[in-house]
């Protein structure tokens, strides 16, 4: 599979700031601020590794598609596709909270 299809629509989800497309044998392709960060892959291959252990009725299959990882300005948003790892660094959009008068 080429970097294009493995990364296609990537760039055009809303505040992105970069993405890591991971599989078992490592990075695969990435972009913007996680630009070949093997660090970032590995710890987020290890956080889908842990999650992927939790069984809680015997399936093979893993009981999640998507984790997210919340932060104070940004958002990892990791999905499991096939055999690859699709992570997406986003901007978290802060919101004043509403106030009532």
Not at 17 to 24: A, D, R
Not at 30 to 44: P, R
Not at 70 to 75: C, K, M, R
Request: aromatic share 6%.
């Amino acid at each position: 599979m080429t970097t294009a299809a493995l990364t296609q629509g990537l760039e055009r989800i809303p505040d992105q700031v970069g993405y890591l497309v991971i599989s078992e044998d490592g990075v695969l392709a990435s972009a913007g601020e996680l630009e070949n960060d093997e660090h970032a892959a590995g710890v987020i291959m290890s956080m889908v590794r842990t999650a992927c252990r939790f069984r809680l009725d015997g399936s093979t299959e893993p009981h999640f598609k998507r984790m997210s990882i919340i932060l104070a300005d940004y958002t990892y948003v990791v999905t499991i596709s096939g055999q690859k790892v699709f992570v997406v660094k986003r901007l978290n959009n802060h919101q004043e909270p509403a106030v009532t008068v």
